[in-house]
């Protein structure tokens, strides 16, 4: 490369010659405005094959309300509005200034390629990077060589970044990390206003606060309010849930968490999930709802018991962290394990004493035994049914080797069970009961029918081994060939296989129930008629006594 030197001269002669050389060339392609450079030394040549000016010392160059400063440059003869500036170079326009080794600037374009150890300033952030392209008339910067970016109180690497001075949006893509006062931000393609504090993503976006772990594919996070709203297998791990959603939504300032589509909740205390379409979730309440086709899954011991309902409601104990809370279900409640099965119109499940209560309408199989009474609370022993109390008509039903039914009724009755298998039934106040006796498993021997105020019925694998009355009971054994179908069933008899709940039917899409259409009727008549005298009047029915223990009487079947 060779220069001709031209010589010193005075430093406003100078500063005339070189604006002289802006303003006698033919306008710069593309209309940019023309770019007016000073020096202390002028010196010609050429530079990548092309004529220029070579400016040294003090290198000023302005261009409308851009001034860029060096120690060097080249100014194009073919093109004044470029140059390649070398040394302490410094760009500054109102809002920001950028500096660099070296840079490449097109006047015409209003854009300058900025290379080696490259700082831009705004009253926002600083931004350092490698290299920088900077757009002046977009106040656009953007690099390629990753970039670090340093706020009041955040810092912010990334691979690539593009920052936007006039709207203040910063957005990046690949290996990027935000550090911030509330929250650590791990993603791929994310962007952040400097102004509003608001992270949007638009990649696998992982994010750490006091708040618990967040993970989506797209989203928004306000670094200030840490308001979330999350989009695309969204995830929130939190000290007691693992919460999982297409849509997942937390407002801090409620310590509110919403959940939509594909929903689950794991909790972080047990192996308990709950599933279903859309969840809420009340932090400080300690308190979460779910429904659309809500399911709860208990896992224990390789066998998992599944409970699904229209709703499903979970309460965390918020004075004990240390201990489960309760769950409640309400309308259409199915239960499926592999020995129990069960059906009911609401039902709570106090998870830290493993004890269900059923209500309304219960009905219960736990392998060939059928269970029903107006209420039932069961306890659970390492996920394994282990005790069942029936409050009020309670009825029991087996099943034998001959597909005959054993029956037992009365007021309350009392179940134990060992490995799942029931061992043993209380019954309390009214008791009837009605077995088969049978010779080996081929033939009945007789049906024996019995009353008592209280009985106890022991069992051998499902199959009745002997009852124990209490006061003197009313007991018969009917012979085969008198049995009528008629006496083979207590009043109340019923038997309900066919409503037994499969897996399948306990995890299967709910159907939103239609409401019923009011239906007109006449009025009623207003006269209401008088019962005779003497006649219909309400009896009164005497208090029982008190039952008097004495010794057991033993039935045993006949063998």
Not at 144 to 151: E, F, K, M, W
Not at 201 to 226: H, Q
Not at 393 to 421: C, H, P, W
Request: charged content about 25%; glycine content about 8%.
């Amino acid at each position: 490369m060779k220069f001709t030197k031209i010589g010193l001269v005075s430093l406003f002669s100078l500063f005339s010659v070189i604006l002289a050389f802006g303003q006698g060339a033919p306008a710069p392609q593309g209309g940019g405005q023309p770019v007016e450079v000073s020096a202390n030394t002028l010196q010609s040549g050429r530079y990548n094959g092309e004529e220029v000016r070579r400016l040294l010392g003090n290198v000023v160059m302005r261009q409308g309300q851009t001034t860029l400063t060096s120690d060097s440059a080249y100014q194009y003869v073919s093109d004044r509005n470029k140059l390649e500036v070398f040394g302490n170079v410094h760009i500054t326009q109102p809002g920001m200034d950028a500096t660099s080794a070296t840079a490449s600037y097109d006047g015409t374009r209003r854009i300058a390629n900025m290379r080696g150890g490259v700082t831009l300033r705004d009253e926002q952030m600083t931004l350092t990077t490698p290299s920088l392209d900077y757009d002046l008339n977009a106040k656009r910067a953007y690099y390629t060589l990753a970039g670090n970016i340093v706020g009041p109180d955040y810092t912010i690497q990334s691979q690539l970044g593009t920052y936007t001075s006039e709207d203040k949006v910063l957005t990046f893509k690949k290996n990027i990390k935000y550090l911030g006062q509330n929250a650590e931000v791990v993603s791929d393609t994310m962007s952040y206003n400097t102004v509003t504090k608001v992270v949007e993503f638009f990649g696998p976006t992982t994010i750490k606060s006091p708040d618990g772990t967040l993970f989506a594919n797209r989203g928004t996070y306000n670094t200030v309010t840490r308001e979330s709203n999350f989009r695309g297998n969204a995830s929130i791990k939190t000290p007691d849930y693992l919460i999982r959603g297409e849509v997942l939504t937390y407002d801090k300032g409620k310590e509110y968490y919403t959940a939509s589509r594909n929903v689950s909740m794991t909790s972080i205390k047990d192996t308990t999930i709950i599933t279903g379409q859309t969840a809420l979730y009340w932090r400080a309440r300690g308190r979460a709802k779910v429904y659309g086709s809500p399911v709860m899954r208990s896992i224990a011991k390789r066998d998992t018991m599944y409970l699904s309902a229209d709703t499903l409601v979970s309460v965390e104990n918020v004075k004990d962290k240390t201990k489960k809370g309760k769950l409640y279900a309400y309308n259409d409640v199915r239960i499926f394990k592999s020995d129990l099965q069960g059906l009911c119109d609401s039902l709570t499940y106090d998870q830290n004493d493993s004890i269900i209560y059923m209500n309304r309408n219960p009905r219960l199989w736990a392998n060939k035994n059928q269970m029903t009474a107006d209420s039932v609370v069961m306890q659970l022993r390492g996920n394994t049914l282990d005790q069942m109390r029936m409050f009020g008509n309670a009825f029991a039903i087996s099943i034998d080797t001959l597909e005959n039914y054993n029956q037992v009724k009365g007021r309350n009755m009392t179940a134990r069970f060992a490995e799942g298998k029931i061992r043993r039934i209380d019954v309390n106040g009214n008791a009837e009961s009605l077995y088969f006796a049978l010779q080996g498993d081929t033939t009945t021997m007789g049906m024996n029918r019995a009353v008592s105020s209280d009985m106890r019925m022991m069992f051998k694998d499902g199959q009745v081994q002997y009852i124990t009355f209490l006061e003197q009971p009313d007991a018969k054994l009917i012979p085969p060939h008198e049995l009528e179908e008629p006496d083979t069933r207590l009043k109340g008899f019923v038997w309900r296989s066919d409503e037994k709940p499969t897996r399948a039917f306990v995890l299967a899409k709910r159907v939103p129930k239609k409401p019923k259409k009011k239906v007109s009727t006449p009025a009623a008549s207003t006269k209401s008629k008088q019962p005779a005298k003497g006649k219909d009047k309400p009896k009164t029915a005497p208090k029982p006594a008190k039952p008097v223990k004495k010794p057991l009487a033993t039935l045993k079947p006949a063998t």
